[in-house]
């Protein structure tokens, strides 16, 4: 392991929001491929737990490990951030591909009528006339709008369901009922 790297535990609440691409630079900072395109929560959360990638390689770390972030930043396409346990470019190559997690409860907090697609997915659809039409499974970014993507189960096959995420169909959404309600027909 990486000296100065602690071993931790993941969060129970925490969310896979980037990926380490590689080290930027020669003081210890990396170059990061977010998640999102609007990746505040690497930018709010000071504490990072980090855990290798799928394909990791010979002098990679093992298990969950933590980082305390000095700083993180917008920088072309993508991220660059610096902590404390990565003194310079060396450490920072053996964190390549790494998969970064922040706690859900360091997220900023969402404006009103905004959301975060981790908190969507899950969720149960029903229409006006108290039809299920199924389950959130992903999201798709359209351009000018997302869109839901539902799983549901008809004649015994799984099936997928689009609705646009727009206030025109979407009624309201109800994070602690689990529920989003909709203006939609299983038939359209």
Known sequence: ???GLEPAELPADAVEVGRILDAWGIKGWFKIQPYSASPEALFSSKRWFLQPSERAGKGSFAGTVRL??????????????NAHEIPDRTAAEQLKGARIFVSRSSFPTPEEGEYYWVDLIGLTVVNREGVTLGEVKDLLSTGPQTTLVLSFEEAGKVQERM??????????????????????????
């Not at 305390?68 to 951030?81: C, G, L, P, Q, T």
């Not at 609705?163 to 025109?168: R, S």
């Not at 109800?174 to 989003?180: A, K, M, Q, V």
Request: proline share 9%; aromatic share 10%; no cysteine.
């Open 1 to 3: 392991m990486l000296p």
């Open 68 to 81: 305390s972030i000095k700083e993180a930043k917008d920088h072309a396409d993508s991220v660059v951030a």
């Open 163 to 188: 609705i646009p995420f727009v206030d025109a169909y979407v009624d309201s959404v109800d994070l602690p009922g689990r529920r989003i309600n909709v203006d939609w027909q299983p038939d359209y």
